[in-house]
């Protein structure tokens, strides 16, 4: 490994070692999916409509995440992960911070996303980007997840939505 290159863990996440481009809708990267949200049919529900940021190391893909149209001029980030040996580096930062230049380039108004009552790290996560939160999805993990989701030891029950506004287009001349 030459100077300036990097080991597992002990990267940046702007460093040129790293790579953000989409991932190859028929190539889900199933081991990451799942560490955000457990339930594969989920997954199948949403991946082929969402649009797929990846990063790699090399060859490595370390971390996605999923934007997802919903709304008029809405994306919502429907799945982001981390590899585990590659978190708080500032990798997920990177890549929503990607989603939301995408979002706003192509008109978007609102990013939105939600994460569980149980999972204060996503919380803070989101909270740190400028993300608020604007209201909880009820009993949403117990309604519609047929298996308990359990996270940092906790069973998740609500979902707490947050968005983020984007900056309207400015118009020619004004
Ligand atoms: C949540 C997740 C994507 C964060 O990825 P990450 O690359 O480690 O996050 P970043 O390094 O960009 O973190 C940026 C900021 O978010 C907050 N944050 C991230 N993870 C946190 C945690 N576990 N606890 C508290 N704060 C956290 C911190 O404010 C952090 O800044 P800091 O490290 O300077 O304190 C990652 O932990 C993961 O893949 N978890 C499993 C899947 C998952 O839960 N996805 C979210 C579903 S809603």
Known sequence: MGEGQLDAGSGDAR????RIGPI???????DLLLDA????????DYWPRGRAYGMWQ?????????????????WELANV????????????R???TRGLEDAERVGMRV???????????????YLSMGFRIVGVDLDFF???????VIDSGRRCRDMIRLARDLPAPRLPGV
């Open 15 to 18: 460093s040129p070692d790293f």
């Open 24 to 30: 190859a809708p028929q190539d889900p990267p199933w």
């Open 37 to 44: 949200d457990p339930e594969r049919e989920m997954v199948l």
């Open 58 to 74: 090399g060859s490595d893909l370390v971390a996605e995440a999923v934007f997802l149209p919903t709304r008029p001029l809405t």
């Open 81 to 92: 992960a981390v590899k585990v040996e590659w978190r708080r580096q500032g990798l997920a």
């Open 94 to 96: 990177e890549l929503i």
């Open 111 to 125: 990013v939105e996303v939600g994460t569980a009552d149980a999972s204060p790290g996503p919380l803070q996560l």
């Open 142 to 148: 117990t309604r519609l997840y047929r298996d308990p």
